[in-house]
């Protein structure tokens, strides 16, 4: 399983959204939604809208979900 983690903002103004419902079983689709997260969100000529999208690896038996 993978978590998307999805980073907006530049700074100290950056806020961290990983939202639970934002898990994948392929990395495939969540690599294409991060991408299209990324694009729509990802503006380089203003900070504010700028958008980092990440998969991570989740491990259940640590995570404990």
Known sequence: MFV???ILGLGENRQIITDPKLVFDSI???NSVAAQLAQR???LT???D???A???P???AKDGT
């Open 58 to 60: 989740r491990n259940e």
């Open 54 to 56: 990440y998969c991570l």
């Open 46 to 48: 203003n900070p504010a």
């Open 4 to 6: 998307l983690v999805l």
């Open 50 to 52: 700028f958008a980092v």
């Open 28 to 30: 495939t689709h969540c």
């Open 41 to 43: 969100f990802g503006h």
